[in-house]
């Protein structure tokens, strides 16, 4: 176990924290050790039900031992919303802001890495999502940041779509709402399993997302510019055009019984 061997590390040293290499990853994956079992108990006991002794007994340090790496309940809501909502808005702004996809691969590349984060750590997205009223102020603040910079990033990728006409003019708002309540869901209902890995339902998920914007096909402008979006209008004049020659055409005809 990491903690064991943390702690015996930490013993050999005098309780001072290993400075030799490896150090650092090691404390990283206990702490995010620590992290994955206050979430399990949270969901379990629910926050005020939680203590910092469970918490080391569920890892496998001793009380004072934890301390080095948190020092309150509120430290590990911290984690939980750094690790739930700010990381996850990182990474989304980071594909929005590649110039080498296109809008429909940004929003396939955004719901699939929002639905593989639900998957992989639905306990900390549910507790979050329990406990939403009951954070203490600063932490519902940074909570609330975090989501509302997905919304943006994920909202940002429809408008960009919107513009170059490779996305319907929805309202890319509510859209992007739509999608991340479709994404967030599966913290709820998916339960992995070797025979049933996440990383399907998350590719077809984002492949649902795009449909819903889309253009149909040979609806696209070549160009993202007022001159392709007349080619557009073009089209569909010629499409209406065809409908009412064929329309008029039809009435010339003697009818199927005559």
Request: net charge negative.
């Amino acid at each position: 176990m990491v903690a064991a061997e943390d702690s015996k590390a930490q013993g050999r040293s005098g309780g001072r924290p290993d400075s030799r290499r490896g150090a650092a990853p090691r404390r990283k994956l206990l702490m995010s050790e620590i992290v994955d079992q206050a979430m399990r108990i949270f969901a379990e006991r629910g926050y005020d039900g939680t203590t910092l002794q469970d918490v080391a007994d569920a890892v496998g340090l001793s009380r004072p031992n934890l301390y080095n790496y948190v020092k309150s309940k509120e430290d590990l809501l911290v984690a939980m919303v750094e690790a739930t909502t700010e990381s996850a808005a990182n990474a989304l702004r980071e594909v929005r802001q590649r110039t080498d996809l296109d809008s429909a691969d940004k929003l396939r590349m955004l719901v699939r890495a929002l639905v593989l984060r639900r998957a992989e750590q639905p306990a900390q997205f549910r507790t979050l999502d329990r406990s939403d009223q009951a954070l203490p102020p600063e932490i519902a603040k940074k909570h609330l940041q975090g989501r509302r910079a997905v919304l943006r990033e994920i909202t940002g990728v429809i408008e960009e779509g919107i513009t170059a006409g490779r996305f319907r003019p929805v309202d890319a708002r509510v859209t992007a709402l739509s999608i991340i309540g479709m994404c967030n869901w599966v913290a709820w209902w998916f339960h992995p399993s070797p025979a049933h890995p996440a990383e399907p339902v998350a590719e077809q998920i984002a492949e649902n997302a795009v449909a819903m914007v889309a253009r149909e096909a040979g609806r696209t402008p070549d160009t993202p510019t007022p001159l392709g979006a007349v080619a557009l209008l073009r089209q569909d004049l010629d499409y209406l055009t065809r409908l009412l020659t064929a329309e008029g055409e039809g009435e010339d005809l003697p009818p199927d019984d005559a």
